[in-house]
C-alpha cells in the first residue's frame, strides 16, 4: 500500500493535467513526487527551497491572480513557522488555497520536536473559515484532496499522517461516519486513531463516530449519536494532535443537553525520547491499552 503522501503526490500530479487553474508550491521537501509533474507544467509546480514564508506568500500571491494553489511540507514548517503568512496572505486577502501537510504530531520521531506540530489544527482554529480534513487512509486522503482542489476558492487544510488505519471508510467529506453504535456513550475517533479506538472499545456499549473532517464540526452527527443515549451523554474524543483541541465543539453541539466530554490527544507535556510511531503513541497514552484504560474509567 503507498503512504498519503505518495497518494497526494500521484493524485495532484493528475489534477494539474486536468486543470489549469492548479499550482504546486514546495518547500524543497516532497519535490521528488512532482518531478514529472514539474516537466510536464514548469510553470505551475514551483520549488521555492527551504523557505517556508515565501511559500505560504508564492501560494498567497498565486491566489489573488485566481489560480488555485496547493501547498506542501511538514506541518511545523506549513503552519506554525509561517503562520503570519498564512494568516495575512490567505486570510486577511480573502483569498484561498489548499495547504497539505505531512509529519503531524509523531510521524517521524527521530526527527525531533522540530518536526511535530500537535497544536496545527489548534492554532489553525484561530482564524475564520478553514476547512480541516484530517485522513485516516490513503484512499481518504485521495477523496478528501480531490474535493479540497475542487472546493472553489476556499480554504483548506489537509493533515496527511504516515499513521494509517488498516483499511479505509466510505467517507464523505465534511460528514462524520457512524461506525457502530451503543447506548452508554459516544467516541469519536479522528483519522488515523480509529483502528486504536475501535480495539480498545470492544465489547463496550459505545457509538463510535469516524471523524476524516474535523472543521466544521459535524454537530448533526454527534446530536445524533448523543440521542440515542438516555439522559446525559457522555463523549470521548481521541484526536490525533492537541488533547481537546475540538473539545469547544462538542460543546457547542451538545449545549442543550447534560453532556460530559473526554479530550484524549497529544497533551503538551513534551516526550523528548523519540522512537517509533507506536512507542510514542505508547508514551502519549493513546495506544489501544491505554485508550481502553482511559475510556473505561470516564465511562464508569
Not at 520549488?47 to 506541518?75: C, D, K, S
Amino acid at each position: 500500500m503507498d503512504t498519503m503522501r505518495e497518494r497526494f503526490a500521484s493524485v495532484v500530479s493528475r489534477l494539474l493535467d486536468g486543470d489549469p487553474r492548479l499550482a504546486v508550491v514546495l518547500a524543497e521537501i516532497g519535490k521528488d513526487g512532482f518531478t514529472d509533474a514539474a516537466r510536464a507544467h514548469p510553470d505551475r509546480v514551483i520549488n521555492v527551497g527551504i523557505r517556508e514564508q515565501l511559500l505560504v506568500g508564492v501560494g498567497g500571491g498565486l491566489a489573488l491572480t485566481g489560480m488555485r494553489p496547493i501547498l506542501h511540507t511538514f506541518a511545523s514548517f506549513l503552519v506554525e513557522r509561517p503562520f503570519e503568512q498564512v494568516k495575512l496572505d490567505f486570510g486577511h486577502q480573502g483569498v484561498g488555497g489548499v495547504l497539505v501537510s505531512a509529519a503531524g504530531s509523531y510521524d517521524w520521531p527521530a526527527g525531533g520536536y522540530t518536526h511535530m506540530a500537535p497544536g496545527d489544527v489548534a492554532l489553525l482554529d484561530t482564524l475564520d473559515g478553514w476547512t480541516v480534513h484530517v485522513p485516516g487512509h490513503p484512499d481518504e486522503a485521495e477523496t478528501l484532496l480531490r474535493d479540497a482542489a475542487a472546493a472553489g476558492d476556499d480554504s483548506v487544510y489537509v493533515r496527511l499522517s504516515a499513521h494509517s488505519n488498516s483499511a479505509p471508510r466510505d467517507i464523505v467529506p465534511g460528514r462524520f461516519l457512524t461506525v457502530r453504535e451503543g447506548h452508554r456513550g459516544v467516541v469519536i475517533a479522528v483519522g488515523p486513531m480509529l483502528d486504536g479506538v475501535l480495539t480498545a472499545a470492544e465489547g463496550l456499549d459505545v457509538t463510535v463516530l469516524y471523524a476524516t473532517t474535523v472543521r466544521p464540526f459535524d454537530e448533526h452527527a454527534v446530536r445524533a449519536a448523543a440521542g440515542a443515549a438516555a439522559g446525559g451523554v457522555d463523549v470521548v474524543l481521541v484526536e490525533p494532535y492537541l488533547a481537546g483541541t475540538s473539545t469547544a465543539a462538542v460543546n457547542d453541539a451538545l449545549a442543550d443537553r447534560p453532556h460530559r466530554v473526554l479530550g484524549l490527544g497529544i497533551p503538551r507535556r513534551e516526550l523528548r525520547r523519540y522512537g517509533t510511531i507506536d512507542e510514542h503513541l505508547a508514551g502519549q497514552g493513546l495506544d489501544p491499552v491505554a485508550l481502553r484504560e482511559r475510556i473505561s474509567a470516564f465511562l464508569r
